[in-house]
């Protein structure tokens, strides 16, 4: 690998991320309503069916701490409900 060929390949993760960050500018000044996050949780949502936080979490690669405030926010605005297997007071899946 050359020097030239090195220094381009280092830089795809840089140029990947000003891509991203424009796209999430763009998103917004398009007025979504949702963010591309929470976008990415309802998909795989529809995809997957019901889950569990640390399920969805483990699919999205974020924390579950990070999914839950996502969750919460889809919650408020009535995109997913959430529900508790019955008779257990544990986590609750999101569909």
Same mark, same amino acid.
């Given at each position: 690998?050359?020097?030239?060929?090195? #220094?381009?390949?280092?830089?795809?993760?840089?140029?990947?991320?000003?891509?991203?960050?424009?796209?999430?500018? @763009?998103?917004?000044?398009?007025?979504?309503?949702? !963010?591309?996050?929470?976008?990415?949780?309802? @998909? !795989?949502?529809?995809?997957?069916?019901?889950?569990?936080?640390?399920?969805?979490?483990?699919?999205? #690669?974020?924390?579950?701490?990070?999914?839950?405030?996502?969750? #919460?926010?889809?919650?408020? @605005?009535?995109?997913? @409900?959430?529900?508790?297997?019955?008779? #257990?007071?544990?986590?609750?899946?999101?569909?």
């Amino acid at each position: 690998m050359t020097d030239q060929e090195r #220094d381009r390949y280092f830089e795809l993760p840089i140029l990947f991320k000003t891509f991203l960050k424009g796209l999430g500018q @763009q998103w917004n000044k398009q007025g979504f309503p949702i !963010t591309q996050t929470q976008s990415k949780a309802l @998909q !795989t949502l529809s995809r997957e069916g019901p889950m569990m936080v640390s399920q969805l979490a483990a699919a999205l #690669d974020l924390t579950p701490a990070a999914v839950t405030g996502i969750t #919460d926010q889809l919650l408020i @605005q009535g995109y997913i @409900q959430k529900e508790r297997a019955a008779g #257990d007071a544990g986590p609750c899946k999101s569909r």
